[in-house]
């Protein structure tokens, strides 16, 4: 009970500092629109603009994933000294990360249905919920790796204009993070075929792989010691 | 170590890429003693502390501690966008304190410091750098910790309460707790029970009387 309300409390905590950021959060909500009307309904490419948009939603939850990692950064250790353990903090935050995602996916999935009618409805909501779920992680793992503004934000707006400039079934384009759910939203836009289970799989894969990578790093910058009393 | 020593840091080694920082510091606090610890800017007193309160692991050596710690880092260790009532629940859960208790306890801990009542619900960047430093302290003492260790705690703190501090310290102490302070104020060195100064990586014990107090 107690390690719950302590995970509950980090979520919160984490929450109420995130939701001040309101130029941050409408920043990152209205690049991904704006990315999306340009290309979709005022650009005339509107199956591209399917899994664009898709991708760009990806790019909006990394980042706050990854402003949450910084803004926590001075306050951890301490946390830790005062009684939280690793899991509580991170269970907090992926729980305050993956809600918003799965809202800013909705949201994404609401507008996206709205302004371009694309023919698979099941496949658009599939295909944007797969990229919230990777871009929790992502965001985390860029955060842990390269705990700096500038350097973080660069590398995730290179993943993520990598993933938009490449043909979607290129080599390269397979192994990059939001490849299974760009297949997905393809899908969606009315390319043809069907969903293929491999893709939620890879999504999956990457999603775990990063969360992994993530903690790893995380989890060893937090670490404090637990000094033996004396004997 | 002496059956009162609450706090014991043994042959303590720290380098930073190349540059040994410590070379074999040792440290030993008692309960209701103050020691300062001073000496030029570099010279491992805020490593020796970060060790002491285990959020940064010694390359040598060895730290034994008899009771809760309380750190108070240089920088305020805070987060920019949530008020002090904030902090006080979030750290105070950690210590098994629930919302209300937390609040209680921390407000008591606020209110020592001179924390302003109006200010509870500021959030912690648009206050200013003396009161941030005093949410900064309380957080410290949240717990109810019998060893306090501080990193130049009273960083912008107008001159009532800088005063105010050093009382506190005496109070501090004689509840029974061990205290060790960074500090460049050598002018309060009186009010402490033991120097330490680190210079060159290594200690040397002084009276607080011999340094200037």
Redesign the interface.
Known sequence: M?AL??TL??AE?QG??LL??RLALAMLVSLPVAFYLATGPLGGQAQYAVPAAGVSAAWSIAGAAFFSVL??R??E???M????RAADLLVGRLLLLEAGGVVLALGFSVLVAVGSSPPDLGALVLGNGLTALIGVPLGLAVGALLPRELEGTLLLIGIVGVELSLPPDSAIATVLPLYGPGQILLIAAGYGGQVEPSWVVHGLAYALALLVVAVGLWSRRI????????? | MPSTAVLTAQAIRKSFGRKRVLEGVDLEVARGEVVALVGENGAGKTTLLRICAGVLPADGGSVELGGPVGYCPQDPGVLDLLTADEHLIYFGTGLRLHRQAALDVGRRCLARLDFPDRERSTLARDLSSGTRQKLNLALALLGDPSILLLDEPYQGFDRGTYIDFWALVAEWRAAGRAIVVVTHMLAELRRVDRVIELTAGRARIARGDEMGG
Do not use: K, N
Not at chain 1, 81 to 84: D, F, S
């Open positions: 107690t309300r302590r409390v980090a905590m109420r500092d001040r950021r803004a926590s001075r306050i250790q301490r946390l000294l005062a009684g939280y670490r404090v010691s637990r000094h033996a009393a004396p004997g």
